[in-house]
């Protein structure tokens, strides 16, 4: 199946730093990339949709400046959590589709490792 | 808007079989999906459902009634591996054209010897 790969799997920082997550898409070119929000023991939470060459789609109460999503090439999409505080700590997961499988026709997601951020 | 039900939480027995409900409201549904998630791991995709009735695959069915708005995933022969998360998911069409998957808070399956 297609590989989604994220970085960096764990991050630590002091709250008011920003922090880059990076969504690459290995072996397919994504022009849509999902990112999703997962509380311990929580389902994931669409934050947005993120669109090759344009602005992603936040959904409803994400703010949009202070979770950055660019989407800058048809294999890498990040997310920067601005002036982190430990309420933003949490477990970050991109997604995508690789619409050379057969996950276009059904819409199945290929997760990314996810990112566990941590704010001190 | 949308809303997504399950359990929070069921056990089973290594070698029996479990089924996980899932009740959804959408407004725009184009297709469900039964994801495994094991703690501190991103999901991986079991099961796609559009059409009515049951989709088979291997240890793993999941069955989809569109009027009802419900769901089940049926594990046959269960294995302590079989310990995990289990998320329904739903993609919603939106009127733009676009769509989004949005998932419920998932079903924590124990499975004891």
């Known amino acids: 199946g297609a590989v989604v790969s994220q970085h960096p799997s764990r991050v630590i920082c002091k709250s008011g730093t920003s922090v880059k997550i990076e969504c690459r898409s290995l072996?397919?070119?994504?022009?849509?990339m999902f990112w999703y929000r997962q509380f311990p023991k929580k389902s994931l939470m669409l934050m947005a949709t993120s669109n090759e060459g344009s602005k992603a789609t936040y959904e409803q109460g994400v703010e949009k400046d202070k979770f950055l999503i660019n989407h800058a090439s048809l294999t890498l999409s990040t997310l920067t959590v601005t002036s982190a505080h430990p309420e933003d700590s949490s477990f970050y997961i991109c997604s995508a589709r690789d619409p050379a499988s057969g996950s276009q026709r059904t819409g199945e997601l290929f997760f990314g490792e996810g990112s566990r951020l941590t704010v001190l | 808007g949308q809303n997504i039900d399950q359990p929070t939480e069921m056990t089973a027995t290594e070698g029996a079989i479990v089924q996980i409900n899932c009740t959804y409201q959408?407004?725009?549904?184009?297709?469900l999906f039964w994801y495994q998630q094991h703690a501190g791991e991103a999901p991986t995709f079991l099961s796609y459902n559009v059409l009515d009735g049951l989709e088979e695959k291997g240890r793993f069915s999941s069955f989809l009634s569109r009027s009802k708005g419900y769901s089940y995933l049926l594990l046959k022969e269960l294995q302590m591996k079989d310990s995990a998360s289990y998320l329904c998911a739903v993609r919603d069409l939106l009127h733009t054209g676009g769509f989004k998957t949005i998932f419920g808070a998932g079903t924590r399956l124990f499975v004891k010897a």
């Open positions: 959408t407004s725009g549904f184009n297709g």
């Open positions: 072996d397919f070119q994504a022009t849509t």
